[in-house]
């Protein structure tokens, strides 16, 4: 679409005077987002995949995917595996995560024993939230 067909699109008025053509771009760019953010999750799930692991910092962010549903379905279980994998390469917010969901059993049985492991370890690599929860559960 030319600058001038974009102009003279926004320009267009329903039958009742209300803008159209700003309504079908809005549309047009929501789908577009939509598109780019399903590329990026797939993105992120090959890197926090790749076997090289140049970038364990992925596993947490598409852990954070699978934990929030943020373009993917939500998953609880999938996403203690990616922050376990993360944790193991010394990513203290997936020790903290780990040891949270360990803790409360979210996606998994509870398990105290792995949920203070978890939280100390990243108390101990200095993470705040780690520290301040060890605080408040007397870990």
């Known amino acids: 679409m030319t600058l001038t067909d974009a102009a003279n699109q926004h320009k267009m008025i329903d039958k009742h005077g209300r803008l159209l053509g700003l309504h079908i771009n809005v549309l047009k760019l929501m789908q577009t987002l939509e598109q780019i953010q399903q590329t990026v999750i797939k993105l992120k799930q090959e ?27 939500q998953n609880f279980s999938e996403a203690l595996k990616y922050f376990e994998k993360a944790a193991e390469d010394n990513i203290k917010v997936a020790m903290y995560n780990v040891g949270n969901m360990n803790y409360y059993g979210t ?5 105290n024993e792995k949920a203070i492991y978890y939280m100390k370890l990243a108390a101990y690599n200095d993470y705040d939230p780690a520290i301040k929860f060890c605080k408040d559960y007397n870990f």
């Open 107 to 111: 996606g998994c049985a509870k398990n």
């Open 47 to 73: 890197v926090a995949d790749d076997e090289v692991n140049e970038f364990p910092e992925a596993k947490v962010r598409y852990g954070d995917c699978l934990y929030k549903g943020k373009g993917v379905e």
